[in-house]
């Protein structure tokens, strides 16, 4: 039974550090660190060959007293000035930011006329996927029934045109016919798209749903 529990508890684990290991540390300039480079713009072409995303980290390694990281507006990072800065600079090197929001983010070294250099670092964050840009495509199937309806509206205007007789009796009552037999469709239609609006479930519910259940039902095995 103790074993059992263990795999529960493992699995569990496992599950916990696969999610961790989705956010990644960029270590800026990989080998070469933080410091002044040997081109203005090397930490920009660094920039262009990674991905950042929403959690990830930046670690910016520099021997303390030599140079700082400064989190600055876009108008400083261009003029290199920290009139604009984003909090207190960070003097303990290696030091680590954290990305936390999606968008453009800029940093410089305040030491000097080391940004001037070319120490300085703009990095651009993507967001992930929301639930609500997967639950997108149900809501294009909606609309389809309204385009097929568009012909019921053909009947009811060529009828009238070509009625020219005396007789108003057929004319009186050919619209009608032709309105309801309109209406008809269209009232249908919104029957099928309430029951194609009935939202579905995400994936990731049904995902974490199926673990708990197995992980209960793996529990209750080795317990009873």
Known sequence: MAGGIGFVLSFIALVFVHHAAAQKVHVVGDATGWTIPPDTTFYSGWAEKNTFAVGDSLSFKFPTGSHDVLKVSKESFEACSTDKGIGSPLTTGPATVKLDTAGEHYFICSVGKHCLGGQKLSVTVGGSATPGDAASPPSNSTEEPSKTLAPADSPSSSV?????????????????????????????????????????????????????????????????
């Open 160 to 224: 009238p045109e070509g009625d020219e007789s005396p007789a108003n009796s057929p004319s009186s009552s050919a619209p009608n016919s032709s309105e309801s037999s309109a209406d008809s469709p269209s009232s249908s239609v919104p029957k099928d798209a309430e029951s194609a609006k009935a939202p579905a479930p995400s994936s990731s519910t049904a995902v974490m749903a199926t673990i708990y259940v197995t992980l209960s039902a793996i529990v209750m095995n080795l317990l009873f």
